[in-house]
């Protein structure tokens, strides 16, 4: 699948909280970055996201937003 | 300042294409990831984005989804 | 690919409207449902988006809100 | 209430999944279509969001993502 | 229409500039704090947003963060 | 830090309530006018978010809905 999303980065899971509704994964990317996503339980479940495990982080542009020190 | 965005990662202005209210910023964050990023013009213009300048991507975690190949 | 966003609806693209930098178009996803997606230029061309064209529509749970008359 | 999100789809509440602070909702809209909804827990009790109501699904133009197969 | 976005303040329509494919509009919402827009132009002449009309401002709590100095 | 969200508001925390993963906290602007964010739990505690303490509320100017009575 082709998605309009212009992020995709690959990276293997490096945690995950699973709370009644929602599971908080963090995913490393390499080169030093950790990213956290937020996504529904019933997600994590049906994608098997679980640690050490390859999985892709998917990031709309306009859902970045950028800043300066 | 602190931000409760789960995901702030430093990187460098790769490329800006400037539209009439928008503007796409693809940043190099390190590790073989480019993020491409899309905000007002205003914001491009006040950030004084410019290609090679140090730049940081910041990402809530509820915007961040997950896939699986 | 199998994607956290809990919504991928099947249609076809009905109509294409194209800025400098961000396309705005409208999908009929059947049932009388016509959905409008605005996305970057860069990806309405990578995905080859045109009238008459099968397209999926994905959305976040998070990102849909419910309302009552 | 006329609204600048460009989605607006009527339907019925399928299934409603209550979290602490979260709601996962079902809403059918047709067509053979069921779309999820995550929304706050105040949101769904003042909105008296309950199975077999009729429901609005609200969605933004820059919230919707188009993908191929 | 009562919306399950927990957002909805009132204001005034301070200043409007339109780009081919979207609009950024300036709501002057009182305690002397004015909020920036971005929709898409057809939501613009749809809703008949001008200067010196009232208008409401309404935003999702998931899209809101918090920041400390 | 300077960011590209167009609309950052201070203001103090009135109320916050928590879940096992996400946290729903209220902050009055002024005006009038207290806005509801929903951010991760993890957020909240790194903020040191708690009542009566001042707090800048962020917002992008896409995340920004308009309406009319």
Redo the contacts between chains.
């Keep these: ?9 690959s990276g293997t899971v490096k945690e995950i ?9 963090k ?1 490393d ?5 950790v ?6 339980l ?3 479940e ?4 679980a640690e050490g495990k ?16």
């Design positions: 699948m082709a998605i309009s999303a212009r992020n995709t980065l909280k699973r709370g009644m509704v929602t599971a908080t994964v995913v990317i390499g080169g030093g970055n990213i956290t996503s937020s996504i529904t019933e997600a994590a049906e994608l098997g996201v390859p999985i892709n982080v998917v990031i709309k542009a306009s859902d970045v937003m950028l800043a300066t020190d």
